[in-house]
């Protein structure tokens, strides 16, 4: 079965600077990558996520990358502010198989210092 | 539109009791997975059900069991609580079994004592 491993576990930046977290996956059956933010006592909640027919993809801050050959995908956050500070999981699965599921990583803790 | 709700918020049980919980899709969706989180991890896959079906199963013991109604509305049963068994528990629902993305409640925050 699908397995993903996360990096860093913790991540600590000074505001405005750019921090960048890490995934890579087993399966080269999964093709959507998404990205969860989660802050203490909260769901996670989607931030940014990817199909495997598409090498990036930005939305203001944050981007994402995919490397299918390599099967690894990163998040990138730029200009960090404080309200970044929150765990991001990556997570993977196989869209439009027979089953949904996510598989996610451990997550991140990502603090962004004022 | 009302998200994704689960009820109760926070549940404190004992060793060896039995535990209920319940979630609302979004409108619309027909899919409900169940995920555990235990803190400080990733959420980990229970099940999913579509339609009123079992789509998949994660690798947890028979004392999780799950269905669908036809309102699509699900339930997550627990038996014989451990104290392994604390954590919060997520649902997500999604258009279908394997089509878009998965958005989760709030969480069902169990504690066994």
């Known amino acids: 079965g699908e397995n993903v491993e996360q990096h860093p576990s913790t991540l600590s930046v000074q505001e405005g600077d750019s921090a960048v977290i890490k995934c890579t996956y087993s399966d080269s059956a999964s093709n959507y990558f998404p990205w969860y933010k989660q802050e203490l006592g909260k769901r996670p909640q989607l931030i940014i996520d990817i199909r495997s027919n598409v090498g990036e993809k930005k939305d203001q801050r944050i981007a994402v990358t995919l490397n299918k050959t390599a099967k690894h995908f990163s998040l990138h956050i730029t200009e960090t502010q404080p309200e970044d500070s929150a765990v991001y999981f990556c997570a993977a699965r196989n869209y439009g198989g027979s089953q949904g599921n996510l598989i996610f990583g451990k997550g991140t803790k990502l603090s962004v210092k004022p | 539109d009302a998200g994704v709700t689960q009820s109760p918020t926070h549940l404190i049980k004992t060793r060896g009791q039995q535990v209920t919980l319940r979630c609302s899709p979004i409108?619309?969706?027909?899919?409900v997975s169940w995920y555990q989180q235990v803190l400080g991890q990733g959420p980990q896959f229970i099940f999913q059900y579509y339609e009123k079906e079992e789509r998949g199963r994660g690798n947890f013991p028979d004392r999780f069991s799950a269905r669908q109604f036809p309102n699509y509305s699900s339930e997550l049963n627990v038996n014989a609580l451990l104290l392994g068994d604390s954590a919060l528990y997520l649902c997500?629902?999604?258009?279908?079994?394997?089509?878009?993305?998965?958005?989760f409640g709030p969480g069902t925050r169990l504690t066994v004592t």
């Open positions: 409108s619309g969706h027909k899919s």
């Open positions: 997500a629902s999604s258009l279908a079994a394997s089509s878009g993305d998965a958005d």
